[in-house]
């Protein structure tokens, strides 16, 4: 696919984050409605996009691929992890924030925002792909995220497993279960769930246009930490990533195309509410969301091409 190929499904998303813009800068769509869209979001849309990129024959090669996805994404924590324990060192960050420094470094928007952005470039089975990340992702936070969070306010690091039952996390589940099965829904219960996944996409994009629209930009200012972290984020990462991903793989598949969009993914958006939810530094971490989020509309357009 060439570039004008690549930036047109990703213009097409983008552009739908104006919509939310406007309504949120308006007061059009209040703060409770739009947690309704984002509920509707995470407890109908998100699951059935799920199970339906998980309705894929079985085959050797994709449970191969799905192996190094694993590896890969370890590689990439542990890197990530480091990088941060190192960085934080050298700009001398208090050791409260370093904790939530090194949560934001390693864990990003793979669900969110993307798995919505892997399916408009890369259909069905890319979403296959952003799945299994996503699903690391959250086994990773609701574990190591949390006990970072719980640190960085002096308790005892330890993460509550049983938040690990969302539903994100049990349509992952469900649909893993019919793909290893190699059970296919029936046909008008497949295509309404694949109907209904199919809205994740514009609805996930308008809450985040709405968040966006909330943004005060001299709360952004002054705190050269979070432009450092947003570096690091968008651009060092992706940049490893990339390098580790040529270096392994001369010809870089579709899985590997997925691993780098996902490494490229800003901070992840439950960071502030787990933050807020441990009474850590709220303020801390949601600059670090909006301003990551903000600059990845064309962080994540220049490593697709780059990729492609």
Known sequence: ??????????????LILIPGYVLSKKNILSEEQNKGVSLIVVYVTWPCLIVDALQIPVTRELLINA???????????????????????????????????????????????GIPVSFALYGKEGVFYAVLIDALCNIGIYTMGIALIRKSIGLEGKGDYRELFSPGMASIV??????????????ALGESVALIGSATAPLAMLVLGFQLGKIRLKELV????????????????P????????????????????????????????AAI???RYDGDVKFMSKGVLLTTTLSIATVSVFTLLVN
């Open 67 to 113: 192996c190094y996805v694993i590896a890969v994404i370890g590689v990439i924590v542990v890197f990530a992890y480091l990088l941060s324990r190192m960085v934080c060192r050298i700009i001398s960050i208090e050791k409260s924030k370093a904790y939530l420094f090194t949560f934001m470094l390693v864990f990003s928007n793979t669900g969110f925002m």
């Open 274 to 276: 787990f933050a807020q």
């Open 222 to 237: 002054g705190d050269l930490r979070i432009y450092l972290l947003a570096f690091l984020k968008l651009v060092v990462m």
């Open 174 to 187: 469900i649909g893993v279960l019919l793909f290893l099965a190699n059970v296919k829904l029936p046909a």
């Open 239 to 270: 940049a490893f990533v990339l390098v580790i991903l040529k270096f392994i793989f001369t010809d870089l598949s579709l899985f590997a195309k997925v691993i780098l969009l996902e490494a490229s993914m800003p901070v992840a958006a439950s």
């Open 1 to 14: 696919m060439d570039a004008t190929g690549m930036l047109i499904p990703l213009i097409k998303l983008f």
